[in-house]
């Protein structure tokens, strides 16, 4: 199993050890000595820690966070994380995710469309991380449009969702299709399903290429 960022620790949450990130709650989250539980069943990128991927991920990175939604996961991120731009394109979750910002001075909330990156280009800086969470269609496009963001040597964290670009394909069919996209700009590190926190999802460590 792969080590934890800094910053993300396994602590005791009645009597079972949980991922944990030091921070004010976001969800509802359980909070013990001011570490909050990162609950893998509502995080993609909080079950590929806990399954133990290797995300590459140290603590302090830049990061550039697509698919946001009210900031449930990308607040874990920003307590460990250095600069997290969360690009998000509905207004309403974006509204929470403002709520988010505000107690947390590293993370900077973006209402934009993420299959639109020029819209952006002028505020986010280079980035070590790339998140992405849109579960729309297209998500190898997503992918690949916002590479220009990564540093050569930075890493794509991708969940995809299988019913998001086919609901009556195999999943398989759809994650190898997908990868086959993806391959156009990226080289595949790691992949992973992301059961049982996640149905029909798959996670994807991958490097510009
Ligand atoms: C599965 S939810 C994200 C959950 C979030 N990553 C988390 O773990 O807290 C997907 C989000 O992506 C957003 N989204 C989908 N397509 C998008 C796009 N093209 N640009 C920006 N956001 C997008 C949706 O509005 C939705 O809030």
Do not use: C
Not at 65 to 79: E, K, R
């Amino acid at each position: 199993m792969s080590d934890l960022p800094t910053g993300v620790e396994r602590r005791a949450f009645d009597g079972e050890k949980r991922l944990a990130t030091q921070g004010d709650p976001v969800y509802g989250e359980a909070t013990r000595d001011g570490w909050r539980l990162w609950d893998a069943r509502r995080s993609k990128l909080g079950a590929m820690l806990d399954l133990g991927m290797d995300t590459g991920l140290a603590g302090g990175e830049h990061v550039l966070y697509l698919g946001a939604a009210a900031g449930t996961t990308v607040s874990h991120v920003a307590d460990f994380a250095g600069p997290t731009y969360a690009v998000e394109f509905a207004p309403r979750p974006t509204r929470d995710l403002l709520d988010v910002a505000a107690d947390r001075d590293r993370l900077f909330p973006l209402l934009k469309d993420a299959r639109e990156p020029e819209t952006y280009a002028h505020v986010v800086e280079p980035v070590d991380v790339l998140v992405q969470d849109v579960a729309t269609r297209t998500q190898a496009e997503v992918a690949l449009r916002n590479r220009q963001f990564l540093r050569s040597d930075g890493r794509l964290l991708l969940a995809v969702k299988a019913r998001s670009e086919d609901v009556t394909r195999d999943p398989e069919a759809v994650f190898g299709d997908v990868l086959d996209s993806l391959r156009e700009g990226y080289e595949i590190l790691d992949r992973e399903r992301l059961e049982p926190y996640h149905a029909d999802h798959l996670a994807v460590v991958a490097r510009p290429r």
